[in-house]
């Protein structure tokens, strides 16, 4: 099909008794200008395994396919999976999982390994909870690719002090190097979206941390932004985990954080070190 053609997806979602739904965001790229700019980030080699979060009527999925060892595409609305099936049907380098990513991610990478790229047009709903799962899970590819609502770029890439500064920021560009790489209108999808898109370009850090250690980092995380009014002092406070206020004044003292500071102030490697501190044995 022209993957291009509003017409002819209307024809095809029709001829398949198809309606779009809301709450998954689906809305089709229709420009092959950008599709070739996404391309080119993810960038496919030959021998390598690609994952496609929500593959739709096959728009990239068509473009990946010749390029990349294997494509695997998970694909939550079961009308569109018949239609991937048939449209791709007898392709050795091409594999569909049905369900939620969220769901599904971690299950699929123990039974066909951690892919070399990832890409996809996330759900507005649901952007933010997978790449939230991929960051505090351990997820590292290569390089992943998503569009996403402009907003949440924002937050993804959110310098400390900014307003769109949050945990998500930092549990984020603590895993990932952020780039937000172009914007994409809403006229460059159908049907179009009533916000503009941004393609963001994630490149997985180096984690020296041991994982009781990251555990940590991501409790402590959490409960520092839990509250923006209060001092960081106040939210560990609150939260403690089973930590002394002497021990908590004693890791804050040793990496040089003011306890009045607020969360927001302080960037995620400072807040890493922090609980580096909490955890050692020599405080």
Same mark, same amino acid.
């Given at each position: 099909?022209?993957?291009?053609?509003?017409?002819?997806?209307?024809?095809?979602?029709?001829?398949?008794?198809?309606?779009?739904?809301?709450?998954?965001?689906?809305?089709?790229?229709?420009?092959?200008?950008?599709?070739?700019?996404?391309?080119?980030?993810?960038?496919?080699?030959?021998?390598?395994?690609?994952?496609?979060?929500?593959?739709?009527?096959?728009?990239?999925?068509?473009?990946?396919?010749?390029?990349?060892?294997?494509?695997?595409?998970?694909?939550?609305?079961?009308?569109?999976?018949?239609?991937?099936?048939?449209?791709?049907?007898?392709?050795?380098?091409?594999?569909?999982?049905?369900?939620?990513?969220?769901?599904?991610?971690?299950?699929?990478?123990?039974?066909?390994?951690?892919?070399?790229?990832?890409?996809?047009?996330?759900?507005?709903?649901?952007?933010?909870?997978?790449?939230?799962?991929? !960051?505090?899970? %351990?997820?590292? #590819?290569?390089?992943?690719?998503?569009?996403?609502?402009? +907003?949440?770029? *924002?937050? &993804? =890439?959110?310098?400390?002090?900014?307003?769109?500064?949050?945990?998500?920021?930092?549990?984020?560009?603590?895993?990932?190097?952020?780039?937000?790489?172009?914007?994409?209108?809403?006229?460059?999808?159908?049907?179009?979206?009533?916000?503009?898109?941004?393609?963001?370009?994630?490149?997985?850090?180096?984690?020296?941390?041991?994982?009781?250690?990251?555990?940590?980092?991501?409790?402590?995380?959490?409960?520092?932004?839990?509250?923006?009014?209060?001092?960081?002092?106040?939210?560990?406070?609150?939260?403690?985990?089973?930590?002394?206020?002497?021990?908590?004044?004693?890791?804050? !003292?040793?990496? %040089?954080?003011? #306890?009045?500071?607020?969360?927001?102030?302080?960037?995620? +490697?400072?807040? *890493?070190? &922090? =609980?580096?501190?909490?955890?050692?044995?020599?405080?």
């Amino acid at each position: 099909m022209n993957h291009d053609s509003p017409a002819e997806i209307r024809r095809t979602l029709a001829e398949l008794g198809l309606t779009l739904k809301k709450r998954w965001g689906q809305n089709f790229l229709i420009n092959p200008g950008v599709r070739d700019k996404i391309l080119e980030l993810v960038d496919p080699r030959p021998d390598e395994t690609v994952w496609e979060i929500g593959p739709g009527l096959g728009c990239l999925t068509s473009a990946l396919l010749g390029r990349c060892r294997l494509l695997v595409g998970f694909e939550i609305d079961h009308g569109l999976m018949r239609f991937l099936q048939s449209s791709f049907a007898g392709r050795e380098d091409f594999a569909l999982e049905a369900g939620d990513a969220v769901e599904r991610w971690s299950e699929v990478r123990e039974r066909r390994g951690v892919p070399d790229k990832v890409v996809g047009n996330l759900p507005y709903s649901a952007a933010s909870a997978v790449i939230s799962s991929f !960051a505090e899970n %351990g997820f590292s #590819p290569k390089r992943l690719v998503f569009t996403v609502q402009r +907003e949440l770029a *924002a937050r &993804l =890439a959110a310098a400390p002090g900014g307003k769109n500064y949050s945990s998500f920021s930092v549990l984020c560009q603590r895993a990932y190097r952020v780039r937000e790489a172009f914007s994409i209108r809403p006229g460059s999808f159908y049907p179009a979206p009533q916000v503009t898109s941004t393609v963001v370009d994630l490149e997985p850090r180096n984690q020296p941390d041991s994982p009781p250690v990251t555990a940590l980092f991501q409790r402590l995380v959490q409960a520092a932004f839990r509250s923006r009014r209060k001092t960081l002092w106040n939210n560990l406070q609150a939260w403690s985990s089973g930590f002394t206020e002497g021990r908590l004044a004693a890791a804050l !003292a040793a990496e %040089g954080i003011d #306890p009045g500071c607020r969360a927001e102030q302080l960037g995620p +490697e400072r807040l *890493a070190a &922090l =609980a580096r501190r909490l955890a050692s044995e020599d405080l």
